[in-house]
């Protein structure tokens, strides 16, 4: 970014703290971009002629009479056709020795669709992955997040979504993350020579942390920019919100706010859901669906950060290791998609919805007749069988490693309701029962 | 001379103005940017200094930018034609609004301006009126919308005039009525009420007691609400708060339905959009939308247009109730205006109470419920506001302060819990802790003793015990094995199992088993209250779950089919057949 001829230059700051500075300066809009020797910073209050400033990359090193600029303009992005097949830092800046982009200006963090102008979201994204597509069925339009903990493999069912899901663009914001993942998205997309059909905007770890704040608004304004002005589908990929949320944290800390629970800002939930209600389906076709990450400290989902974003967005999908078929599955009780009721047993089959709970529901009686076992109780003959389906579904149809189409895993699961129950104990609408369940016998 | 001011401080959407004249508490004004206005609220005032929040984004307000104070509160415009409107927190009109995007300072008119009414005179000229007085009525979708004397208007009138049976616009006169010194005063069918006043022209405000059918068992028979009752639900998210608030907005027994979506999901309030004026009003035949106001201020639309939301939407609900119709009004959530509040709060720099909310928060909530209720109108006519609210407890803990806040107020408690949802045993209302207490009123005992029959409320009764027992008995079972307690225990806790499977639970997604008329309520209460109370023989616990299994198959096989259709009472023979196998005959 340069600086324009004749521009104003304060030269003297009144006070400094890790994040923020402060000087006297008039005529600054809220909001609005500075460059700080250089460093760029934000106005995030004005008192008076007093203008406090957040320096993204923290004020490491700032001197008082430090050269301070102000641009006139919140943070923008250049939108055009340029963006595909590109990397970016946190400001929008290329971060792959290509040249800077040619496209229009536009703000980041701009105002929300008028919810009358929304369109009821109803096309399925179909994963290939049973535990998503059989009990969570995602829908385009929609947000919702991977609960997991650190160590469960979410960048790569992510990615793995993200490739197999029929869309125009993938656009990355990547929030700390670590250089190993930065360079394992980039070899995926590359590998899978998808690479012109993705943005990526990346604060690495080694990146100042409060910068990450602005890496969803980039992503999302390339992804308003695909969708509303080229109505393509856009998918977006946010990880890792949680550190996402601990930025946030960090700029309310060092601005004095007082906190709420877990230390987080009272503000946290309109923080995230001005990002997660970006996710909408235009009535033009275009879409912005958007898949988070926001990692859990050991499976907690009451901290703040996940309990607040379990509001905003549509589910949420667990990962989970299942020691008895030693895959990774994906949690049929706890994982959830709020819009699977948009489009099961209407653009799947008739017997979806049905199939889908009678088949949880049995997993849930294992689980109950596990307990009996674990506390020295007696099976009964149909916890038997219950523990039996268990092992058999969890394999063939929740583990992260399955990938057939929706058909395809009904009719598993009317294979394995009739391999361990009888009709009557899977408690499913008699009318299904007599179209699937004696197809199943005579096979 | 408005008073006029100028910016001085800015924080967020929290504006510090200096101003050169008067201003009063939750004054409105409008703030200059460029050629918009942003519209602000007075928080507090000291000295000088009045501290207004700003309903829209304050991104590049300036130092010195204009502020012009508007000398009244915030004000909803009341009149015909506010159903089937889809409403912002402020009573914009969200269709008549321009583009994709929401733009900053943009506003309209709530009502139809050129529209004419087919208006019907009441009073008659020399009737003595008061606020709220009917002076005639016009037909608002088939609701006769009364047009009533404004409620601003303190003491005793005449009418002078009133315009003969015929078409008028919403502005135009329709009756001139004289106060006490002979002045006179133009009527229209428009008027304006500031949000946070209470509209309180009723004569009295009796206890409740009927029934409003909702059509969900486990509301209507286990835990009912009553026309002009409150009730709410708390639940962590994946509960179903809002599936349930959707369908019992769908199915009850109201004339009006107002929906406040108060920071929650964009697209829940698109699947209100979608299918109300699709689906039909069950006790009418008419598009639920014909009845519907919605007030939808989104999670991502400013906060603190949030507050002003569940307001606007209880504002309307007294201004329709004031006509002698029954109301019910949703707001989903209530946590987050609770939130709205704390931002603001904090931003203030004031005291945190518990958990960072405003120490206040406890009264703003039980002043919120206490303006639901049935209500005597002075002309004897009876009108009522239902109010339910959603409760998002953080953590899914309900000792948080919006929960135990809103406990000591609301009547109903529909307890959402996370282990009958994990289990997909939806609707997840826990049935042991929810609680309605109208169910002890004995003036609802003796009304529904006759819209039901004497034995319900005792039978409502017999099955909570049988509830709580199974409860008990389970938890023994899992502390001493299958076969480390009575064969007994086993039956009575799948008798439990029986009532959960087929009374509280209710597939919310069938075309049939969604809604159930409370005579169809009272049929199968009857059935399976006299299954519970039959004795079955049995020598081995294995053989009473297969048995009962079989039961509540048969019986859910009843819920999905038409009441007393052919499969209905085919299926009730084969239920017949299978008690006769092993029942006791007295």
Same mark, same amino acid.
């Given at each position: ?22 000087? !006297? ?109 059989? $009990?969570?069925? *995602? ?20 990615? $793995? ?23 394992? +998205?980039?070899?995926?997309?590359? $590998? ?33 920019? +695909? ?10 990929? *946010? ?128 689980? $109950? ?72 016998? !005579?096979? | ?586």
């Amino acid at each position: 970014m340069t600086t324009k001829a004749f521009q104003k230059i304060y030269t003297k700051i009144t006070k400094i703290t890790k994040a923020t500075c402060s000087l !006297h300066a008039s005529g600054i809009g809220n909001d609005e971009l500075a460059l700080v020797n250089g460093k760029l910073a934000q106005v995030v209050k004005i008192l008076g002629d007093e203008v406090t400033l957040q320096v993204f990359e923290g004020t490491e090193g700032i001197p008082t009479d430090a050269e301070i600029v102000f641009l006139g303009k919140a943070p923008t992005l250049k939108v055009s056709d340029q963006l595909a097949g590109r990397f970016f830092n946190a400001f929008g800046d290329p971060i792959d020795d290509r040249p800077e982009i040619e496209g229009e200006e536009r703000e980041i963090g701009g105002p929300s669709v008028n919810p009358v102008r929304r369109k009821q979201p109803s096309e399925l994204i179909a994963t290939g992955i049973a535990g998503i597509d059989l $009990n969570n069925t *995602l829908v385009s339009g929609q947000k919702i997040p991977f609960f997991a903990d650190p160590d469960q493999p979410y960048n790569e069912v992510m990615a $793995n979504v993200a490739l197999r899901a029929k869309t125009d663009k993938i656009i990355l914001g990547g929030m700390g993350l670590t250089n190993d993942d930065y360079l394992y +998205f980039k070899n995926v997309f590359n $590998n899978a020579g998808v690479l012109d059909r993705i943005v990526s905007f990346v604060n690495t770890t080694e990146d100042p942390p409060v910068e990450r704040l602005l890496i969803p608004d980039m992503a999302l304004t390339a992804a308003e920019y +695909f969708a509303v002005d080229k109505n393509e589908k856009v998918l977006v990929l *946010l990880t890792d919100m949680t550190l996402y949320a601990d930025a946030l944290a960090i700029v309310s800390n060092r601005m004095d706010q007082i906190p709420s629970k877990d230390s987080m800002p009272g503000s946290l939930y309109s923080d995230l859901a001005k990002i997660y209600e970006k996710a909408v389906q235009f009535p033009a076709g275009g879409s912005i669906t958007i898949i988070a990450v926001t990692t859990l400290s050991g499976g907690d989902i009451t901290h703040a950060i996940p309990d607040n974003t379990g509001y905003i967005t549509e589910g949420q999908l667990f990962l989970r290791r299942d020691s008895d078929i030693g895959k990774v599955i994906v949690d049929p009780f706890r994982s959830l998609s709020r819009l699977k009721q948009l489009v099961i047993g209407i653009k799947t089959r008739e017997d979806h919805p049905q199939v889908m709970n009678a088949a949880v529901r049995l997993y849930a009686d294992a689980a $109950n007749a596990k307990t009996k076992l674990e506390n020295g109780f007696d099976l009964t003959d149909y916890d038997e069988r219950a523990l039996a389906f268990a092992k058999d579904y969890s394999d063939r149809l929740l583990a992260i490693d399955v990938n057939i189409d929706t058909t395809a895993m009904l009719d598993t699961a009317w294979k394995l309701f009739a391999k361990y129950f009888s009709p009557t104990e899977v408690n499913i609408k008699q009318e299904f029962i007599d179209k699937y369940w004696k197809q199943k016998q !005579h096979e | 001379m408005p008073t006029k001011g100028k910016v001085k401080g800015i924080v967020s959407n929290l504006v510090t103005v200096s101003v050169d004249g008067a201003v009063s508490q939750n004054e409105i004004c409008f703030i200059e940017l460029g050629s918009e206005k942003l519209m602000a609220e007075v928080l507090k005032v000291n000295g000088s200094d009045v501290f207004v929040q700003v309903f829209e984004s304050t991104r590049g307000l300036k130092i010195d930018n204009e502020v012009t104070f508007e000398g009244h509160m915030l004000e909803v415009i009341l009149g015909p034609g506010l159903l089937s409107k889809n409403f912002d927190g402020l009573q914009n009109d969200l269709n008549k609004l321009t583009g994709i995007f929401l733009k900053r300072g943009e506003r309209n008119f709530p009502l139809d301006e050129d529209k004419k009414w087919n208006f019907k005179p009441i009073a008659q000229v020399g009737d003595e009126v008061e606020a709220a007085s009917w002076l005639g009525e016009v037909d608002e979708n088939h609701q006769p919308h009364k047009i009533m004397v404004p409620f601003v208007m303190e003491g005793s009138y005449k009418v002078k005039s009133i315009a003969p049976a015929g078409e008028y616009t919403i502005s135009e006169t329709i009756a001139i009525i004289t106060d006490a010194h002979g002045k006179d005063f133009e009527i229209n069918m428009i008027q304006k009420w500031p949000v946070k006043k209470a509209i309180n022209v009723h004569a009295e405000k009796p206890r409740p007691y009927k029934l409003l059918e909702t059509g969900v068992r486990v509301i209507d028979t286990a835990n009912p609400i009553v026309e002009g009752g409150t009730g709410f639900i708390p639940g962590a998210f994946g509960t179903g708060k809002t599936v349930l608030q959707h369908a019992i907005s769908k199915q009850a027994e109201a004339d009006i339905v107002i929906m406040a979506a108060c920071g929650e999901r964009a697209n829940e309030v698109v699947e209100l959009f979608v299918e109300f004026p699709e689906l039909k009003d069950p006790h009418t035949g008419r598009f639920l939308m014909e009845r519907t106001i919605i007030v939808a201020n989104t999670s991502n639309m400013p906060v603190a247009a949030r507050e002003a939301s569940v307001y606007t939407a209880m504002t309307i609900a007294e201004y329709y109730r004031a006509m002698g119709l029954r109301v019910l009004l949703m707001a989903d959530s209530t946590s987050r205006w609770a939130q709205a509040l704390r931002e603001m709060s904090n931003r203030m720099e004031e005291l945190p109470g518990q958990d960072a909310f405003p120490m206040d928060l406890s009264a703003i909530i039980a002043n919120f419920y206490s303006r639901s209720g049935f209500v005597k109108l002075k002309n004897k006519q009876t009108g009522s506001i239902t109010f339910i609210g959603t409760v998002s407890p953080a953590g899914g803990n309900l000792k948080e302060p919006v929960t135990e806040s809103t406990k000591k107020v609301a009547r109903c408690y529909f307890g959402l819990e996370q282990a009958r949802a994990d289990s997909k045993r939806y609707p997840a209302i826990n049935p042991i802790e929810s609680y309605s207490k109208y169910i002890e009123y004995p003036e609802f005992d003796e009304y529904i003793s006759e819209r039901i029959s004497p034995q319900w409320i005792s039978m409502v009764n017999d099955m909570r015990t049988l509830l709580q027992r199974g409860k008990e008995v389970q938890e023994q079972i899992n502390i001493l094995g299958d076969d480390g307690v009575p064969v007994d225990y086993h039956i009575t806790f799948w008798k439990s199992e029986l009532i959960d499977f087929v009374i509280l639970q209710q597939d919310a997604f069938d075309d049939i088993d969604a809604v159930t008329p409370i005579e169809r309520q009272h049929y199968m209460l009857k059935l399976i209250m006299d299954i519970c109370k039959s004795d079955f023989n049995f020598v081995n616990f294995t053989d009473v779950m297969d048995y009962f299994k079989r039961i509540i198959n048969v019986c859910k096989q009843m819920n999905y089919s038409e009441f007393h259709s052919q499969a209905f009472e085919s299926y009730h023979n084969e239920l017949q057949n299978i008690l006769a196998e092993r029942k006791i005959k007295q």
